[in-house]
């Protein structure tokens, strides 16, 4: 009986994930509340907005009074731009006067954010050559050590500014490395080197350093702009503490077949599971290219009527087994893997990685449902 197929779910979706754009404008709104007076929020939305799809997110984001976004590149800049439609906004690229899109940078009105005195003078020759000042954001490295200008470069430039007069400097930005544990000296020595270094350049132009924990690290982090992405996304930007930000995802997918197996038997490649009694086991339809990571195995579980059901051998492309040992079920009916009872950052901690990388790893081949609640 709790084996025969639930029929009416044959034609139904194998996996779906639900993006809640309410809770992506309210997470948006109420970061912008946490701000200091004049300051604003613009929004990562790199990588396809963190895996959930820039076109609805920037759309929804919009909506919410949003005008400012990070991407990661420029080709990613002319896609936004194409998405938002003629609607207003600043669009920055992170990686700078790279790629093969670059020529359209202008056409689109995409700002690179500009790493090194390479890319400085790169952009500048770029400027006299159309005769007009380009826009740029100038990106200060304050210890992180991955990109953005060395203080002996800062140095070079406040000793000769020149360069810079071919340019329209909108923002100069800096990033930091350990905003998501606020007892870290390294936000406190970050801090130091933002105000020493913008002080010597002395540019009349607008300063961002946070991102989403760094906007809970205080006021004094947040200057012009903040540049919050994941805690938009619902990722707790206090790792500390309870998450303040709203869920934004939900991904369920069904299970296709359900058997009952004898103690010995072993579950899946390499056979290293082996059963310590017999037991229900439900194959799920989702696997490592649906963004559940191989190092799941042994370790994670999904969720089918409530209840936390074990991911038992190693995952495979395109699915799991989960021991569903006591429960009353058929092909068809959804297991939960990511929702009410198991948070991105719950998955994350299981997974031994961070909400990121779940996020931008969920693949193509989920049913995306935006939801507005
Ligand atoms: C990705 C990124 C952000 C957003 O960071 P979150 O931790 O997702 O809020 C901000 N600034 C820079 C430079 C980034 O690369």
Redesign the pocket.
């Known amino acids: 009986m709790s084996t025969s197929t639930n029929e009416t779910s044959r034609h139904a979706p194998l996996s779906t994930l639900r993006i809640d754009l309410d809770a992506i404008a309210q997470n948006y709104l109420s970061l912008q509340k946490r701000l200091k007076r004049g300051c604003d929020a613009a929004a ?1 939305v ?1 990588a396809d907005a ?1 895996g959930l799809g820039a076109g609805p997110v920037a759309d929804i984001l919009h909506q919410a009074n949003c005008r400012h976004f ?1 991407v990661a590149d420029i080709a990613e800049g002319i896609a936004l731009r194409k998405g938002l439609d003629g609607r207003e906004a600043q669009i920055y690229a ?1 990686q700078g006067p790279w790629g093969s899109a670059l020529s359209d940078a202008s056409h689109h009105a995409i700002t690179p ?1 500009l790493n090194s005195l390479e890319d400085v003078h790169f952009w500048t020759d770029a400027a006299r050559a159309a005769g007009k000042r380009l826009p740029a954001v100038l ?1 200060l490295d304050t210890g992180m050590n991955r ?1 953005g200008l060395r203080p002996r470069n800062v140095e070079t430039l406040a000793t000769d500014p020149s360069p810079l007069k071919a340019l329209d400097i909108r923002y100069v ?1 800096s ?1 930091l490395a350990c ?2 544990h606020p007892s870290h000296p390294m936000n406190a020595t970050q801090l130091g080197f933002f105000l020493k270094l913008t002080r010597l350049l002395n540019l009349p132009c607008p300063l961002s350093l946070a ?4 906007i809970f690290l205080g006021e004094e982090y947040h200057f012009d702009q903040t ?6 996304y619902g ?1 707790n ?1 206090q790792p500390d503490r309870s998450n303040p930000m709203q869920s934004v995802v939900t991904l369920t997918a069904r299970i296709l077949q359900v058997r009952d197996v004898d103690r010995g038997e072993s579950v899946g490649y390499a056979a290293d599971y082996v059963l310590p009694a017999e037991a229900k086991l439900a194959t799920i339809s989702a696997g490592y290219a649906d963004g559940l990571l191989r190092s799941l195995a042994g370790l994670g579980k999904v969720y089918i009527q409530g209840k936390p059901c074990p991911i038992l051998g190693r995952i495979s492309m395109d699915a799991i087994v989960a021991d569903v040992t006591g429960l009353a079920l058929r092909p068809g009916d959804e297991a939960e893997i990511l929702g009410a009872h198991q948070s991105v950052d719950d998955f994350a901690r299981t997974e031994k990685t961070i909400g ?1 990388e779940i996020l931008t790893a969920l693949g193509a081949r989920h049913q995306r449902i935006y939801a507005r609640t």
């Open positions: 990562a790199k963190y990070y992170l954010v990106h990109l930005m990033h905003a998501d991102n989403s924990s760094g540049r919050p992405g994941a805690a938009i990722i930007p990121y």
